[in-house]
């Protein structure tokens, strides 16, 4: 009898005849080949395709392509040697497909690098009509949802606290299906909490106080890089046992901790901390590393704002007045708000000089620009002008010579500036302008008054553009009546008529409290504290006494 072979399987043919298609990718070129029935999965025809894995994106949606980056990035940073995840594809006709992938890394002797062997397939039909199908579409949906939203508040976080607000906001822990949240920074080798919400997480603000060296799970996933997830209290007791007496009456059954990384470097910590969750999914995990990250980057930029307005505000309050003078018969008050748009320094600046007679000399101004020069140069500008003033010039005369100071700097910025000097005995006041904004004054029965003063060019400008120098303005300043001088960020609001900021402004001086300091804070709050705003703002207050008044003490500049 004629022996039989014994029988033979053909993978191929068999992987082939149940739709199983074979990829090879080479992560260091990022080819990625794909078998004919590979091809047929994702619905390309082999002159559509290049060979490329970036050749995939155009059938694969964006929400699908960031998270399979996460698998990617694990097998290039030797994390995983293995995948295995359902995604969908878009096919040309516009309708959506299930599909599995499952890839191995393979390490050759003698050969650098890494390759992938992998297989794909159309999963539709083991999905159809299944509770899994049904569990991954909703989960799938509420993934989209959550990233979309937190990407969105995140995008549009200026600074550390707008970040925090975007996290620990009304509708966080909605977004994130989490009933406690708590947010940290690195700051000096500990983790500083900057951010916390939900009553799950008041239990477990003390697990983050600790040294970064200390066993702790924020300081764990920070050093190691890695995300942690707990879905039993037994085992994070374990790995944590004295933090045990902190989960005493804790109802949380699960938490995940995130490391915030940026440009490779830990930054921070997120925690989220469940009630009643008793599992993480890949698809859980893969949604909450992807939402890490972009709060990292989110949070690297702001932390970056943060230290740049730190050090735009101190150069600012270095070349301005640290202290008011002491006057005899007046009192003065003033503030200053910086932008709140951007990383922005000014050029505002406002000044006061006591000058013989009883008379005080009051400047307020603008330099051109919004950085560190605007602010150099108003540095320079005001000194000079006080140096002027306290040499006896007149009001035209200091606005003459600080023009052509100006202009001597070579710095082709121009400024605008309006400078009043007051006799306090007499209440005489005499203004000159170079295209500033008008003086209000509010007198002593509440009514408010628009000063017209004589306006010449800004300072800086050519001295032939000036051949009659700059005009003054002589007004009287009663008992009781508050001088107000300002700069153009408290009253221009964009695309707005400059006379309707003029006539908020005369309102809201009209309706402040009686107080200088009261008044000076009830004018920057209200008229200074957009959340757009986009220009610094100044403001002096001057209010000459009346008989019965009280001696003024020594002003203090409020922020």
Known sequence: MTERPP???????????????????????????????????????PDEYDGMAAGLTRRIPVEEVIRLFKLVEDIRAGRSDSYSSYFRIRRRDG???????????????????????????DATAELAHSALRLMAEDDRRRQETALGEVAQALGEALTVEDVVLALTGDQSMRRL?????????????????????????VRVRALHQARLTEPRPLNDVVRS???????????????????????????????AFLPLTAQGRPIGALALVYEGKRSFSSEDR???????????????RAMLV?????????????????????????VLAVRYRTAREGVWIGGDWYDALPLPGGVVGVAIGDVQGHDTEAAAIMGQLRIAMTAYAAEGHGTAEVLTRASAFLAELHADRFATCLYAQVSLATGQVRAANAGHLPPLV?????????????????????????????????????????????????????????????????RVLAEGPVELPALADHLRDTLGGRLEAEDDAALLLLRRLGPGDEPAGTAVPGG
């Open 7 to 45: 029988p033979h399987v053909d993978p191929v043919e068999a992987m082939a005849a149940t739709g199983i298609g074979c990829f090879e990718w080479d992560p260091a070129t990022e080819r990625f080949t794909l078998d004919p029935v590979g091809l047929a999965v994702f619905d390309l025809r």
């Open 286 to 300: 893969t949604l909450l590393t992807t939402l890490a990250s972009a709060i990292a980057q989110s949070l690297q």
């Open 177 to 201: 299906g989490a009933q406690g949240i708590t947010l940290g920074v690195v700051d000096q080798g500990r983790i500083k909490l900057v951010g916390a919400v939900g009553q799950v997480n």
């Open 442 to 506: 509010r007198h002593a029965d509440g009514t408010v008054e628009l000063i017209e003063v004589a306006t010449g060019l800004p300072l800086g400008l050519p001295a032939d553009w000036l051949p009659n120098g700059y005009p003054h303005t002589d007004f009287h300043l009663a008992p009781g009546g508050t001088l107000l001088l300002y700069t153009d960020g408290l009253v221009e609001r964009p695309g707005e008529d400059l006379e309707l900021g003029l006539a908020r402004l005369a």
């Open 95 to 121: 309708s959506m497909r299930w599909t599995h992938t499952q890839g191995q890394v393979v390490r050759e002797p003698g050969r650098e690098g890494i390759r992938v062997v992998g297989v794909v397939r």
């Open 225 to 255: 890089g890695e995300p942690a997830f707990f879905t039993s209290r037994q085992v994070f007791v374990r790995r944590y046992p004295d933090l045990a007496d902190q989960l005493q009456d804790s109802l949380a059954t699960a938490a």
């Open 306 to 330: 943060d230290q740049s307005r730190e050090i735009a505000a101190g150069l600012q309050n270095a070349m301005l007045p640290r202290r008011l003078p002491r006057l005899v018969g007046g």
